[in-house]
């Protein structure tokens, strides 16, 4: 007994000597490291944090609130955020397709800008910080951003810094990351490899970046004063069949583009780079900045994101039904997802006789909403009142319809109109047409202004069918 006690022990001591040695060892190799004068690899713990409120209070722990950011200054000094162009220097590529995307754009965009004044007008400032804070990170957090008037400095929109300073999540959502440019007196940049080595910043792997939780920081948005949940296009995703078979939102929004194969200019050769064009729905935006070919990757973006099927035809003597299927087949997330007092798919449905004469039509534009009745895909906010709040964003409390798709998820529409056999010439063609807008023109004439921004409808996709008289009156 005493003879195995005294093995036991001894192996103890020798375990010990050799781990203690071990993390002595690292220990030394990393001092090295922080104290040498060479950019390298730092280590850095498990970024990710589960835990979630949503919302925070007023106190030391909130320096930007009702933004839930936080930095390692308040302010931050300007010149601790490097410019885009020095990043461009090395990073051509990544550089000129972010340039090109929407959220380049996030702060200089003039339907946001606009909003924005309107939103602190009404709320004597208290909700500024919130809005800038996922629109210009580097402006909230240097103080150089303002909501009324001329900027103090130059903000970028969500840019490099904003994104590979960003050294952990405190949740999911209302701009809940951790901004940390510096560590060791050198700029450290966060990103998806354990490998990457560059000559100019430190490098730290984090898994936090392959992950969707790292967009959910600013892609979750809930009214930070009376919690309503504004959009939530990465809480959709969680709870669908694309988080269970880990399909991330970069796999769809970053992925790697068949001729890149080097990320920095004497950066190692690898199997595939992660593209930065962001591509959404949004074609309106890019044509309206002048960019064709952006406005062309977000049509095509949205045309793989739905499909459309007629399910039924049914013919009587006085009318005409049919069943509409529109799946979410590409979007891992609802069907539209996002800014949703703009954003509306709908379809615009049409039967004509054999002559070409409409006797049927549900959904088309006019005076800049979809017509009354337009059967159409869709988040509804409302007041307190109950009244729909369509620019008002800071006066909605509730949701009062949502008929947005769900991830693979499908909605069946059906339309009944009135035939007059007598009057019109069989057969009959019936036609869907599924639009997309990011805003109605009535909503962007009245937050900008009328004839300042021409709104894109994207049609999705389509689908039509032939009804014959004698055919369907058969089954009667
Ligand atoms: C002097 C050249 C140079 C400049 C300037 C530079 N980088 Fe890098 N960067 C590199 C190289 C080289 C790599 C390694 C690439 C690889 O091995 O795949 C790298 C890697 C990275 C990574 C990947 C890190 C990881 O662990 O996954 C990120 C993110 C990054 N850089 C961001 C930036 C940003 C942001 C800027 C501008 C503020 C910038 N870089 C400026 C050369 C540079
Ligand atoms: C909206 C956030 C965001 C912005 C803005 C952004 N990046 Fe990234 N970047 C990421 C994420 C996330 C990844 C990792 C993607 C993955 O691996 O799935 C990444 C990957 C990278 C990589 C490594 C690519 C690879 O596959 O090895 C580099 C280098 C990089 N970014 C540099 C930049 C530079 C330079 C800019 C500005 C011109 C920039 N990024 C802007 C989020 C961003
Ligand atoms: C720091 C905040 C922030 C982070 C982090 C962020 N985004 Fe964004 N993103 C925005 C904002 C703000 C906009 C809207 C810009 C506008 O329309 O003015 C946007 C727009 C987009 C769009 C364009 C939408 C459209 O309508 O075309 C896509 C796609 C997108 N983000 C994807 C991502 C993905 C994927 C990630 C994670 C890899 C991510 N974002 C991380 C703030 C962020
Ligand atoms: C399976 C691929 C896929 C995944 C995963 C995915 N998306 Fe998308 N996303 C799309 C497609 C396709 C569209 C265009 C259709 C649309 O607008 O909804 C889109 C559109 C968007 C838009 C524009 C919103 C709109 O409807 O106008 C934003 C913002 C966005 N995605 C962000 C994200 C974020 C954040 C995540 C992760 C939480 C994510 N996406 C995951 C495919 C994907
Ligand atoms: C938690 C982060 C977050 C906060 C806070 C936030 N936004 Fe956004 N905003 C986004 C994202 C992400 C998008 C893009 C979603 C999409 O494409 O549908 C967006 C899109 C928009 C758009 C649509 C722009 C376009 O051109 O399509 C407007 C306008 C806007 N936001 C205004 C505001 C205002 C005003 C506030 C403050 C009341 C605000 N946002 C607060 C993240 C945020």
């Given at each position: 007994m005493k003879q195995l006690l005294s093995i036991r022990v001894t192996v103890i001591i020798f375990l010990c000597i050799v781990l203690c040695n071990k993390t002595w060892a690292e220990n030394k190799a990393s001092d090295a490291q922080h104290s040498s004068s060479t950019p390298g690899i730092v280590e850095i713990p498990?970024?990710?944090?589960?835990?979630?409120?949503q919302l925070i209070e007023k106190?030391?722990?909130?320096?930007f609130f009702p933004s839930r950011a936080k930095a390692?200054?308040?302010?931050?000094?300007?010149?601790a955020f490097e410019k885009t162009e020095t990043c461009a220097g090395c990073h051509q590529e990544i550089y000129s397709q972010w340039q090109n995307s929407v959220m380049a754009k996030s702060w200089e965009d003039p339907i946001y800008r606009s909003l924005l004044e309107m939103a602190s007008k009404a709320t004597n400032g208290a909700i500024d910080n919130f809005c800038i804070g996922c629109h210009t990170p580097i402006g909230l957090t240097t103080g150089n951003?303002?909501?009324?008037?001329?900027?103090k400095a130059h903000s970028p929109g969500v840019d490099c810094e904003s994104c590979h300073?960003?050294?952990?999540?405190?949740?999911?959502?209302?701009?809940a990351y951790v901004l940390t440019p510096k560590k060791y007196g050198r700029p450290l940049k966060f990103g998806p490899r354990s490998d990457a080595q560059s000559p100019y910043h430190d490098t730290a792997y984090s898994e936090l970046h392959t992950k969707s939780e790292f967009c959910a920081t600013c892609h979750n948005v809930t009214?930070?004063?009376?919690?309503?949940?504004?959009?939530r296009t990465y809480d959709e995703w969680r709870d669908s069949i694309y988080n269970a078979q880990g399909i991330e939102c970069q796999d769809c929004h970053m992925k790697p583009e068949?001729?890149?194969?080097?990320?920095?200019?004497m950066g190692k050769e690898r199997e595939s780079v992660a593209s930065?064009?962001?591509?959404?729905?949004?074609?309106t935006l890019h044509t309206h900045f002048g960019n064709e070919g952006m406005a062309e990757k977000a049509r095509e973006m949205l045309r793989s994101s739905a499909k459309m099927e007629i399910t039924e035809t049914q013919l009587g003597n006085y009318s005409l039904r049919t069943k509409i299927r529109v799946t979410?087949?590409?979007?891992?997330?609802?069907?539209?997802?996002?800014?949703?007092e703009g954003r509306e798919i709908w379809i615009d449905y049409q039967v004509k006789d054999a002559n070409g004469k409409t006797i049927y039509r549900l959904g088309q534009v006019k005076d800049g909403h979809t017509e009354k009745g337009t059967k159409n895909f869709k988040a509804v906010l409302g007041d307190k009142n109950n009244q729909e709040v369509d620019?008002?964003?800071?006066?909605?409390?509730?949701?009062?319809s949502d008929t947005r798709i769900l991830p693979m998820g499908h909605m069946d529409v059906e339309y009944v109109s009135e035939i007059e056999h007598n009057d019109i010439s069989f057969p009959l063609t019936i036609t869907a047409d599924l639009y997309y807008w990011p805003f109605s023109q009535y909503l962007v004439d009245k937050i900008?202004?009328?004839?300042k921004i021409k709104v894109e409808i994207v049609k999705l996709t389509q689908v039509s069918t032939t009804i014959f008289q004698e055919q369907n009156l058969a089954t009667h």
């Open positions: 498990l970024n990710i944090n589960g835990l979630d409120t106190d030391e722990k909130a320096p390692s200054a308040n302010p931050m000094p300007e010149h951003a303002v909501a009324v008037g001329q900027d300073n960003m050294s952990a999540s405190n949740g999911n959502g209302n701009g009214h930070p004063f009376n919690q309503l949940a504004v959009e068949a001729k890149m194969v080097k990320s920095a200019i930065h064009y962001f591509s959404g729905g949004n074609s979410n087949i590409g979007a891992g997330h609802k069907l539209p997802t996002g800014f949703p620019i008002n964003v800071w006066e909605a409390d509730r949701i009062l900008v202004g009328p004839n």
